[in-house]
């Protein structure tokens, strides 16, 4: 199986096997950039869709604040990323653990069933998931520690899909300031679908995206089609 390691819009398809720098991990930082599994499936793509306009018919405010197809994916880790020098090492990091990580690669899917939120601010669907990814999740974040990458550790390891947040200045400025549980009410125990792990992306959070509609991403690992 061949591993394709982008850096930097840059493709690398050999084996690195490079010494990774170590150094301490500050975890109490402000993420800006995440790592994830980004999701792909046609069938949860068209699931989220219906959700989302479920939601919409109840309430239309929420339009500007739901996820595209595009932009879906499952969050592994949060990290802070400073300097370009922090986004070098975090891209490098990645690009010299592809081997390790195919090693590890789950077998399992990821199954995406029911709809809750993040404190009322955050709209995300359950992850459902085997043992193999907790420790595939476990293996990247080590290597990124390993290499002195800042990863951000704040909260418990809860994978989730969000599709749609109004903790943003944007929601602030349209005066939006919680999401409705009645609005979703229905969807709770809906099942969306499933999704294998066939890549690994280092995301710059924020409102910029690629011309595919997906986030920025300094560096990303494709493991298969």
């Known amino acids: 199986m061949c591993v394709c390691v982008f850096v930097n819009s840059i493709l690398f398809c050999q084996t690195m096997n490079r010494t990774n720098k170590k150094a301490g991990n500050v975890s109490d930082s402000k993420a ?3 790592l994830c599994v980004r999701v ?3 069938q949860v793509f068209t699931s989220i869709k219906e959700a989302i306009d479920w939601i919409l ?3 239309n405010q929420y339009e500007e604040f739901c996820y595209t197809p595009e932009m879906l994916h499952v ?4 990290i802070c990323l400073e300097t370009e020098e922090d986004i070098h090492r975090a891209s490098q990091a990645l690009e010299e653990s ?8 789950p077998v399992s899917q990821l199954q995406f069933k029911g709809l809750t939120t993040f404190f009322e601010k955050v709209l995300v669907a359950d992850v459902q998931y085997e043992n193999d990814f907790r420790l595939f999740c476990e293996t990247v ?3 990124l520690k390993d290499a002195g990458v800042n990863v951000v550790e704040r909260h418990e390891f809860k994978p989730h899909m969000t599709i749609m947040k109004v903790n943003t200045m944007r929601a602030k400025k349209a005066k939006v300031e919680n999401i409705n549980p009645w609005l979703y009410v229905n969807l709770k125990k809906t099942y969306f679908g499933e999704q294998a792990v066939n890549s690994v992306h280092l995301c710059q959070m924020g409102y910029d995206r690629r011309e595919d509609g997906f986030y920025k991403t300094p560096a990303e690992i494709f493991f298969r089609s």
């Open 40 to 42: 792909t499936d046609p």
């Open 32 to 34: 800006n950039y995440f």
């Open 98 to 105: 592809s081997d390790v990580l195919l090693n590890n690669l």
């Open 75 to 78: 969050t592994i880790r949060e």
């Open 57 to 59: 018919d109840k309430d």
């Open 141 to 143: 974040t080590s290597k």
